[in-house]
């Protein structure tokens, strides 16, 4: 059973990303998804969450209306579309699974991908 997170990079200010995690070993539309991402000298936060079904989504403060969070069940992945990033945004994004609604903290999760770097710098 193994997440892979990826698709980080280096992206100015103001610019895109879509960073993705792949599941292997398990059937990732029987979990709910969270991205976390931890910044240098910062916890580790939650950023976004999506149901089992993709039917539902949380985000937190600092990403809603510029992050969003989508499954695609046919390729057993889940990717987070963010857009206007910001130098703040800088951090290594992980990717989480748990077989129940998605949660705000990380040690409800079960298993966990490896994280990818994403920096916003211009």
């Known amino acids: 059973v193994q997440l892979q997170a990826s698709g980080g990079g280096l992206v100015q200010p103001g610019g895109s990303l879509r960073i993705f995690c792949a599941a292997s070993?398990?059937?990732?539309?029987?979990?709910?998804i969270g991205w976390f991402r931890q910044a240098p000298g910062k916890e580790r936060e939650f950023v976004a969450g999506?149901?089992?079904?993709?039917?539902?989504?949380d985000y937190a403060d600092s990403v809603k209306g510029r992050f969003t969070i989508a499954r695609d069940n046919a390729k057993n992945t889940v990717f987070l579309q963010m857009n206007s990033l910001q130098p703040e945004d800088t951090a290594v994004y992980y990717c989480?699974?748990?077989?129940?609604?998605?949660?705000?903290?990380?040690?409800?999760?079960?298993?966990w991908g490896q994280g990818t770097q994403v920096t916003v710098s211009s």
């Open positions: 999506i149901s089992g079904s993709g039917g539902s989504a």
């Open positions: 989480a699974a748990r077989r129940a609604i998605w949660s705000r903290r990380g040690y409800d999760y079960d298993y």
């Open positions: 070993g398990f059937t990732l539309d029987d979990y709910a």
